[in-house]
């Protein structure tokens, strides 16, 4: 029997996967990475002895229990050493009001009732919510399968009235005017999403099953593309592919930057969906159906911007997470905003040089606004160096000193995204309706004309890391099975 061979676009998390999927299961695969590192959005980058991450706040998945934890034992990224912060966010005005959402349920439920006596009636029902979600990690429905769909049905009549209210619509209901401020941010400052998704979240660390991979999000990369070479499988770093070749209704191969074509039996592709179908393919392959899926360019670019600061200051005492209510709104970059989201890095000793810590902000930001501005470089970088300057500024009343503790600054913007990932601007449906059937069970994408390929990862409706894992070991599995059934 000949070995199938399998050209992966792209080392992202879906691309990983998919390669250590592949080898597992006796196909030669080889990934084609532009970069010159694995992880894609995964990722981090080191300035002046501080590492930034990129991405993981919560990665699903840490405890042995979970049908995500035998996933990532699979693919080489456990164990490992998780730590599990214990708040999942801090809200504080300048009138020293402070709000800490514990991941422990019940001191949770001690500092909620003493801080807001009045409303013990929201608070109640909300931890009682809590509590029964923590048997029921809703991301790891894709990988228990139907077995977990069916643990969660009995939960259904109980859990669902929350998937029908947003955060902000809760919090409308407090009478506390400090809660009602802070309760609908304390999620990633995501007011409109349903309070249903923050329950699996918070109820997840609460058990200690979401938590942060030590090292951050290229360490756990890394231990992923290691398990993939360590299996015989091949990376191509710094290879960009311009081309999917096809062969009458099958795909025939890959075309490299250089020229160079690249035989294959099968292609998964985990560059994001608008490049897949729109340029390596070319608009004949995609049918109408595929093509409104992805018609609409999405301007606004959700926590676009990454302003990180390595800052010669401890930061181990300090929340993980906090939100900073502004007396005043200020405008950073493109926008003017009434909160500040920060992230504190100093649960992670590994990040920062001893006593240092690093601090991160995420914006929203205007893809609109970033090219506009890189027509030219001088003004491009002025921006950045004016945002890093006034972000330190706006946190000094609540870090006093800060602005001479700043080591290293550094902003990414959706350009700098673009660039190392390939990730541009998000494209949306039309009717811009989310699937969520398929982004929960990880369905991997084809085409209905091209046979042997699939494209996967996050803009083809992958779930955050895992669910993008997911998709990655899915598609190769399908992969798998038609060549047993053609075999047959
Ligand atoms: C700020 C932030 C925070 C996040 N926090 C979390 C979190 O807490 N938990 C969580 O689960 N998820 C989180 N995510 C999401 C998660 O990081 C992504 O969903 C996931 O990493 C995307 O993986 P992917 O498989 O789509 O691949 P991508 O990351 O999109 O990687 C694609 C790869 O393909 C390569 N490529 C593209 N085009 C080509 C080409 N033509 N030739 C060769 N190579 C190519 C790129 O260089 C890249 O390496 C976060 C994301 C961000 C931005």
């Not at 998919?18 to 532009?34: R, S, Y």
């Not at 980058?45 to 840490?62: K, P, V």
């Not at 606004?300 to 300090?318: A, F, K, P, Q």
């Not at 030219?376 to 890093?388: C, F, G, I, P, W």
């Amino acid at each position: 029997m000949t070995q199938k061979t399998i050209a992966i676009i792209g080392a992202g998390i879906g691309g990983l996967a998919a390669g250590v999927t592949a080898q597992q299961l006796g196909m030669n695969a080889h990934i084609f990475e532009m970069h010159t590192l694995p992880g894609g959005m995964c990722t981090a980058w080191t300035r002046q002895g501080y590492t930034f991450d990129g991405s993981i706040h919560h990665l699903a998945g840490c405890h042995p229990e979970s049908p995500l934890y035998r996933m990532w034992e699979d693919l080489g990224a456990m164990p490992r050493k998780v730590l599990f912060p214990e708040d999942l966010t801090q809200v504080e005005s300048s009138d020293g009001k402070v709000f800490t959402v514990y991941t422990d349920l019940l001191r949770l439920e001690e500092h909620m009732m003493s801080l807001f006596p009045e409303d013990q009636r929201g608070i109640a029902p909300y931890l009682r919510a809590l509590r029964a979600m923590q048997r029921h990690d809703l991301l790891a429905l894709s990988a228990a399968g139907l077995t977990g769909l069916f643990s969660v049905l009995p939960a259904v009549p109980r859990i669902a009235r929350w998937g029908r209210v947003t955060m902000k619509q809760y919090a409308e209901g407090f009478r506390d005017p400090f809660l009602r401020r802070a309760f609908p941010i304390i999620q990633y400052d995501w007011p409109d999403i349903p309070v249903l998704l923050h329950l699996n979240l918070l109820s997840q660390c609460s058990v200690q099953n979401y938590g942060f991979p030590e090292g951050g999000s290229l360490a756990f990369s890394r231990s992923i593309a290691k398990r993939f070479t360590d299996l015989g499988g091949t990376i191509h770093y710094g290879t960009t592919v311009k081309k999917i070749l096809t062969k009458g209704r099958r795909v025939a191969g890959i075309r490299l930057a250089d020229g160079e074509d690249v035989p294959a039996d099968a292609v998964v592709s985990n560059a994001s969906a608008h490049t897949t179908l729109f340029e390596l393919l070319g608009e004949t392959w995609v049918d109408p159906k595929t093509k409104a899926k992805h018609a609409v360019p999405v301007d606004t670019m959700t926590m676009g911007i990454h302003v990180s600061l390595g800052v010669d200051r401890d930061l181990s005492e300090e929340p993980h997470a906090l939100m900073w209510l502004l007396d005043e709104p200020v405008q950073l970059a493109d926008q003017t905003v009434e909160r500040i989201p920060i992230e504190l890095y100093g649960f992670d000793s590994t990040l920062a040089p001893a006593g240092k810590g690093v601090i991160k902000v995420l914006l929203n930001t205007s893809y609109a606004y970033w090219t506009d501005l890189a027509t030219d470089t001088s003004r491009y970088r002025e921006a950045k160096e004016q945002l890093v300057e006034k972000l330190v500024r706006t946190l000094e009343p609540r870090f006093p000193g800060l602005s001479s503790q700043v080591e290293a600054g550094d902003v990414a913007t959706p350009l700098t995204t673009e660039r190392f990932t390939g990730n541009g601007p998000t494209y949306t449906s039309e009717s811009g309706k989310l699937e969520t059937m398929s982004m929960m069970f990880s369905t991997p994408k084809r085409l209905p004309s091209l046979d042997d390929f699939f494209y996967i990862g996050q803009s083809a409706g992958g779930g955050g890391i895992p669910g993008c894992a997911s998709m990655g070991r899915n598609a190769v599995k399908k992969l798998a099975k038609e060549a047993v059934g053609n075999r047959q």
